[in-house]
């Protein structure tokens, strides 16, 4: 085996394991970060506190994700690959029956909040008083739009006479209402499979003929 090939095995082994270690590193914080957001409120939260809670340098932090922003990016992140949506949402667009895309559309809401329920009052708690973040979670909340939006377009020859696309992304959005889960699941004790049947029958039953 020659030295430069060698050489260069050993840098590329370095480098994986340095960017594991970032990864690990931001993980951590991200951690940190989010619960002491849920707890304390994201603007009452500083980065020493997340230092101090993580057991990680505040300079480090600043290096990796740069401010309390650029953590709430990478909660975020986490969260999307925590819930692991992104095979229903296949499915959901995929499934031959307009009631079974419903269905999927249900798992994939129940889904999404009951892994990331407290993110979510992050971000508004955030937008209450940072533009910035208020215009990040109108984007987030856009795209959630969006991709129900196409859902529903698979449907459209199965929708209820007077039930348009457009009116059926009003009713839709109104059932996926994000205060209905905190009723029915965090106050009135349901479990979130008892949300999601619920949510997935009152769909198919304001939506389709």
């Known amino acids: 085996m020659s030295t430069n090939y060698s050489h260069r095995v050993t840098v590329k082994g370095s ?5 594991r270690q970032a990864e690990e590193t931001k993980t951590q914080v991200a951690r940190a970060a989010r619960r002491l957001f849920a707890e304390r409120g994201y603007h009452a939260t500083t980065v020493a506190a997340i230092s101090e809670d993580a057991g990680i340098p505040e300079q480090t932090i600043y290096s990796a994700l740069g401010s309390k922003a650029r ?3 990478r909660i ?3 969260w999307m690959i925590d ?3 992104a095979a229903l949402a296949e ?6 029956m307009a009631a079974d895309r419903l269905r999927l559309l249900a798992a994939i809401n129940r889904r999404q909040l009951e892994v990331g329920w407290d993110v979510i009052g992050i971000y508004r708690e955030a937008a209450r008083a940072d533009p910035r973040m208020a215009r990040t979670l109108r984007g987030i909340l856009a795209a959630r739009e969006g991709e129900i939006r196409k ?3 698979t449907m459209h020859d199965d929708l209820a006479p007077g039930v ?3 009116l059926a992304l ?4 109104a059932l996926l209402n994000l205060e209905a889960y905190s009723l029915l699941v965090t106050e009135r004790g349901w479990t979130p499979a008892r949300y999601e049947s619920w949510l997935g029958d009152l769909l198919v039953r304001h939506l389709l003929r």
């Open 15 to 19: 480098l994986g394991h340095r960017h």
């Open 71 to 73: 953590i709430l990016e």
């Open 76 to 78: 975020t992140t986490q």
């Open 83 to 85: 819930a692991d949506t």
């Open 91 to 96: 499915q959901s667009l995929q499934a031959p």
């Open 151 to 153: 859902l529903l377009l």
């Open 164 to 166: 348009t696309v457009s």
């Open 170 to 173: 009003d009713i839709t959005l």
